[in-house]
């Protein structure tokens, strides 16, 4: 009996408060998922924080790339790039998929919204290489416009209110991590008396 009450009460207790969680390994489970994982749904702020934070880790890569691959020559270098693209490639559709599942999309949608565009762009660039710089501006016109229409359609228009097929609403900020970090510059702003008060306004 005394086992099955403190088992009751190790599960009455808040997540965070538990032993067996290690809070750093929590959050950065989240993060991983946040940027890897295809399910779930995420708002605006999300979707322009996860580009952010794409950029900034494949910006990290590529600067490091050069030293990692010292001395293996071509084949060195081509596998870091094709390792840095494909980390990049399914950052990019994570992120844009969680969008567009709050938009009430599917995945599928993401050939249009994730591959078009710079698919328009790479062709535009073959072609002008080629000599053929009418068509090659027709595409630099269709890449601007499909890039712009991206980012209004996920980076700009709310999604669907409530739940819908994919999961629930996604809430505002999104991670613990976030909120916490935003209340604690608001606080700071208010003056030193409101530093211990970290509850919302």
Request: a positive charge; aromatic letters at 14%.
């Amino acid at each position: 009996m005394a086992r099955r009450g403190f088992m009751n009460s190790m599960q009455r207790l808040p997540r965070k408060r538990r032993l067996t969680e290690n809070p750093d390994r929590s959050r950065f489970s989240r993060f991983l998922s946040f940027m890897f994982g295809h399910d779930g749904r995420i708002g605006r702020v999300s979707f322009w924080l996860g580009f952010c934070a794409m950029i900034a880790i494949v910006s990290f890569l590529g600067a490091i790339a050069e030293d990692a691959v010292a001395g293996t020559g071509d084949i060195g270098r081509y596998v870091a790039l094709a390792t840095i693209l494909g980390l990049m490639i399914w950052m990019q559709s994570a992120v844009i998929n969680k969008r567009l599942h709050d938009r009430n999309r599917s995945g599928m949608w993401y050939f249009g919204y994730g591959m078009a565009p710079p698919g328009f762009f790479l062709w535009a660039i073959y072609l002008h290489a080629s000599g053929e710089l009418e068509a090659a501006s027709i595409l630099y016109i269709l890449a601007a416009l499909s890039f712009t229409w991206v980012l209004i359609e996920l980076g700009f228009v709310p999604g669907t209110a409530g739940n819908n097929r994919f999961g629930p609403e996604p809430a505002w900020p999104p991670h613990r991590w976030w909120r916490d970090l935003l209340l604690r510059l608001s606080a700071r702003k208010r003056g030193p008396e409101s530093q211990g008060n970290t509850s919302p306004p």
